[in-house]
């Protein structure tokens, strides 16, 4: 049967798409589809793709390059000439255009994980490196991130991030200078001096790799729902995943800056995964070396004597390879790295104006041949003395062979939801490796749901929230309401239902598209209840997979996908709804973070006693 949904417990759609619903709540299997496996159904091939590319142009005195066409860039593939289809210069908003972009608040007991702010096509993001940087530079990167906050003009939106054992938002997209400004001084963007970890060289080298990666792959979620590019200024003192014996191919590849894949999907782990995610966000990085302009070892208080002709060997040596790694990631996603000076808050404002000021080019390449090899791309601008920032290259990924791979998956994870619902459990206890106590950190779709996390704009939602008057209290020997699960020594205890209305952006669902002309894909819902220390104490999950015509299809984008559920709360205690939306098809995911205090209470009603 097709043109249909299948959903979990408490699961309403829009009325206009409801056609037909079976649990598949949590703690329940849901049924086997008796038609053939999406595995065995055949795919479109794709013939034609096009290759888009951000361009940032400077002058010989640093700035951008205005008023270009299309007929002044020659772009070459692999040394064979493309036709350029299309390209579009961005500028920063003016303040009229600022006015016309303010959205609107939302209604009462609405939030959402997107935060609209007027942009300039382009958005600052600011990441305070406080694993690989030392405490002194710390504190100078601060001093001149104030400075700067403190010029910055209105209507640039700015996000700041904190890297030490774990990557953390410290304020999300603003266009307010006072609110940016806000958060650089206050506590919040203080680094956490707690090791992630205890343990060997490697172990230490390696969770450090994994803490950067998961934490670079968590930004590149949240920034996904954003359009347009976004400058990444790193501010740090070395790039940890180029020591060690780390010897892959995917280590060396990234040395020739060829990590960054023009993929649907980012990879699970190493580097590559790191890069795949910022290339698939629009994300250009600027790494600055936060330590400045340094002195030589031979001029230290600390060197006692004569310096020997060599004092300086081991300075120049590591200084080299770690400005070598810094001018690698910025090459490889069309960024720039800055090291050797101190004028940090002048280097912010270059990289906010030149950043803002870019182009956009599309061409439709001339090799549709389709076999991962890496393409080599340059661009050249018939003007003398001009700078060019872009991505050099991108990997020839088949995308027929993907869509197969994403077919095979999706019914894993359909039956991976079904088996394991969210339920409240202990939080994962640390690892023994090597007789060291490690806390590795979490990826996908768990690491987005714990309390706290930085919330991921993947697939875009809102959630309006309904308390109930009622309070309620179960009596010892009475169960609890369908579909909640309470923990043991919550259930005596007075709670409030509170109606949770998930409202999907079906254009950020990922539907796989065969030749029968039905797309295939799956969701899932989940809205869990945490304590202020993090203890996720209820939780419900709702599964909906589709098997959609066009028809169908096109009204479920035009209308959304809307998903109810109903959840207890305890009355008492301080608690936080983390509510989430897992894209079953490609593994991408939204999720926002409320205050059950944020939710407006109606008429409070008596306790009501259940026996």
């Given at each position: 049967m097709h043109s249909m949904f299948r959903c979990g417990a408490r699961c309403a759609f829009a009325a206009a798409l409801w056609v037909t619903c079976s649990v598949a709540s949590a703690g329940q299997a849901a049924p086997q589809p008796q038609e053939p496996t999406l595995e065995q159904r055949p795919t479109f091939s794709i013939t034609t793709r096009e290759v888009l590319l951000d361009l940032v142009v400077t002058d010989g005195s640093r700035h951008p390059l205005t008023g270009l066409k299309a007929s002044d860039f020659t772009v070459t593939e692999e040394g064979q000439p493309q036709s350029i289809a299309h390209l579009e210069e961005h500028h920063p908003m003016n303040e009229a255009a600022l006015a016309r972009a303010q959205m609107p608040p939302l209604p009462p007991n609405t939030f959402t994980n997107y935060t609209p702010v007027p942009n300039s096509n382009a958005y600052t993001v600011i990441l305070l490196d406080a694993m690989d940087t030392p405490m002194s530079a710390q504190m100078y990167v601060r001093e001149q991130l104030i400075g700067f906050l403190k010029r910055v003009q209105p209507g640039t939106p700015i996000a700041i991030?904190?890297?030490?054992?774990?990557?953390?938002?410290?304020?999300?997209?603003?266009?307010?200078?006072?609110?940016?400004?806000?958060?650089?001084?206050?506590?919040?963007?203080?680094?956490?001096?707690?090791?992630?970890?205890?343990?060997?060289?490697?172990?230490?080298?390696?969770?450090?790799?994994?803490?950067?990666?998961?934490?670079?792959?968590?930004?590149?979620?949240?920034?996904?729902?954003?359009?347009?590019?976004?400058?990444?200024?790193?501010?740090?003192?070395?790039?940890?995943?180029?020591?060690?014996?780390?010897?892959?191919?995917?280590?060396?590849?990234?040395?020739?800056?060829?990590?960054?894949?023009?993929?649907?999907?980012?990879?699970?782990?190493?580097?590559?995964?790191?890069?795949?995610?910022?290339?698939?966000?629009?994300?250009?990085?600027?790494?600055?070396?936060?330590?400045?302009?340094?002195?030589?070892?031979?001029?230290?208080?600390?060197?006692?004597?004569v310096p020997g002709p060599n004092a300086n060997a081991g300075f120049y040596t590591a200084q080299a390879f770690q400005h070598m790694d810094l001018d690698a990631i910025g090459d490889a996603t069309g960024g720039k790295a800055y090291y050797n000076t101190n004028g940090l808050k002048d280097i912010l404002g270059e990289i906010v104006d030149n950043g803002s000021n870019y182009y956009t080019l599309a061409y439709a390449t001339t090799n549709q041949t389709w076999k991962g090899q890496f393409r080599r791309i340059k661009i050249t601008v018939n003007r003398p003395g001009v700078k060019l920032q872009y991505r050099p290259g991108y990997y020839a990924v088949d995308r027929t062979q993907q869509e197969e791979r994403q077919l095979a998956a999706l019914q894993k994870r359909i039956a991976n939801a079904a088996q394991n619902p969210y339920r409240p459990v202990n939080n994962a206890g640390a690892q023994q490796q090597d007789g060291a106590v490690v806390h590795p950190p979490k990826g996908g779709f768990d690491a987005a749901m714990e309390l706290g996390a930085i919330p991921p704009t993947e697939i875009i939602f809102t959630a309006s929230l309904a308390m109930d008057d009622k309070v309620m209290k179960l009596g010892k020997k009475t169960p609890l309401p369908k579909d909640n699960y309470l923990l043991p020594d919550y259930k005596d205890k007075p709670f409030r239902n509170y109606t949770v209305k998930i409202d999907t952006d079906a254009h950020s669902l990922h539907m796989t598209k065969t030749t029968d002309g039905i797309r295939h894909g799956a969701a899932q819902f989940v809205t869990a209840v945490y304590t202020a220390d993090g203890r996720m104490i209820n939780a419900l999950q709702t599964t909906a997979t589709f098997d959609l015509k066009d028809a169908t299809y096109q009204k479920l984008l035009r209308d959304g996908l809307i998903v109810m559920q109903q959840v207890a709360v305890p009355v008492k205690g301080n608690y936080f709804l983390r509510i989430g939306v897992h894209d079953l098809g490609d593994d991408r995911v939204g999720a926002l973070e409320i205050a059950v205090d944020e939710v407006k209470p109606g008429n409070a009603g008596q306790v009501a006693q259940l026996h």
């Amino acid at each position: 049967m097709h043109s249909m949904f299948r959903c979990g417990a408490r699961c309403a759609f829009a009325a206009a798409l409801w056609v037909t619903c079976s649990v598949a709540s949590a703690g329940q299997a849901a049924p086997q589809p008796q038609e053939p496996t999406l595995e065995q159904r055949p795919t479109f091939s794709i013939t034609t793709r096009e290759v888009l590319l951000d361009l940032v142009v400077t002058d010989g005195s640093r700035h951008p390059l205005t008023g270009l066409k299309a007929s002044d860039f020659t772009v070459t593939e692999e040394g064979q000439p493309q036709s350029i289809a299309h390209l579009e210069e961005h500028h920063p908003m003016n303040e009229a255009a600022l006015a016309r972009a303010q959205m609107p608040p939302l209604p009462p007991n609405t939030f959402t994980n997107y935060t609209p702010v007027p942009n300039s096509n382009a958005y600052t993001v600011i990441l305070l490196d406080a694993m690989d940087t030392p405490m002194s530079a710390q504190m100078y990167v601060r001093e001149q991130l104030i400075g700067f906050l403190k010029r910055v003009q209105p209507g640039t939106p700015i996000a700041i991030f904190q890297l030490d054992s774990e990557m953390r938002l410290i304020q999300g997209f603003s266009s307010d200078p006072k609110v940016l400004l806000a958060a650089a001084e206050s506590k919040r963007d203080m680094p956490s001096l707690q090791k992630p970890f205890y343990g060997s060289h490697f172990l230490n080298q390696m969770v450090r790799n994994q803490v950067l990666g998961q934490g670079m792959q968590a930004m590149s979620k949240y920034l996904a729902g954003f359009p347009g590019r976004k400058n990444l200024i790193w501010f740090t003192a070395r790039l940890p995943f180029w020591y060690g014996a780390d010897n892959s191919d995917s280590a060396i590849e990234y040395r020739e800056g060829h990590t960054f894949r023009d993929d649907f999907t980012v990879l699970e782990d190493g580097v590559a995964g790191l890069t795949d995610a910022l290339t698939l966000s629009r994300v250009a990085v600027y790494p600055i070396d936060s330590r400045g302009l340094q002195n030589l070892p031979q001029f230290q208080a600390s060197q006692r004597g004569v310096p020997g002709p060599n004092a300086n060997a081991g300075f120049y040596t590591a200084q080299a390879f770690q400005h070598m790694d810094l001018d690698a990631i910025g090459d490889a996603t069309g960024g720039k790295a800055y090291y050797n000076t101190n004028g940090l808050k002048d280097i912010l404002g270059e990289i906010v104006d030149n950043g803002s000021n870019y182009y956009t080019l599309a061409y439709a390449t001339t090799n549709q041949t389709w076999k991962g090899q890496f393409r080599r791309i340059k661009i050249t601008v018939n003007r003398p003395g001009v700078k060019l920032q872009y991505r050099p290259g991108y990997y020839a990924v088949d995308r027929t062979q993907q869509e197969e791979r994403q077919l095979a998956a999706l019914q894993k994870r359909i039956a991976n939801a079904a088996q394991n619902p969210y339920r409240p459990v202990n939080n994962a206890g640390a690892q023994q490796q090597d007789g060291a106590v490690v806390h590795p950190p979490k990826g996908g779709f768990d690491a987005a749901m714990e309390l706290g996390a930085i919330p991921p704009t993947e697939i875009i939602f809102t959630a309006s929230l309904a308390m109930d008057d009622k309070v309620m209290k179960l009596g010892k020997k009475t169960p609890l309401p369908k579909d909640n699960y309470l923990l043991p020594d919550y259930k005596d205890k007075p709670f409030r239902n509170y109606t949770v209305k998930i409202d999907t952006d079906a254009h950020s669902l990922h539907m796989t598209k065969t030749t029968d002309g039905i797309r295939h894909g799956a969701a899932q819902f989940v809205t869990a209840v945490y304590t202020a220390d993090g203890r996720m104490i209820n939780a419900l999950q709702t599964t909906a997979t589709f098997d959609l015509k066009d028809a169908t299809y096109q009204k479920l984008l035009r209308d959304g996908l809307i998903v109810m559920q109903q959840v207890a709360v305890p009355v008492k205690g301080n608690y936080f709804l983390r509510i989430g939306v897992h894209d079953l098809g490609d593994d991408r995911v939204g999720a926002l973070e409320i205050a059950v205090d944020e939710v407006k209470p109606g008429n409070a009603g008596q306790v009501a006693q259940l026996h």
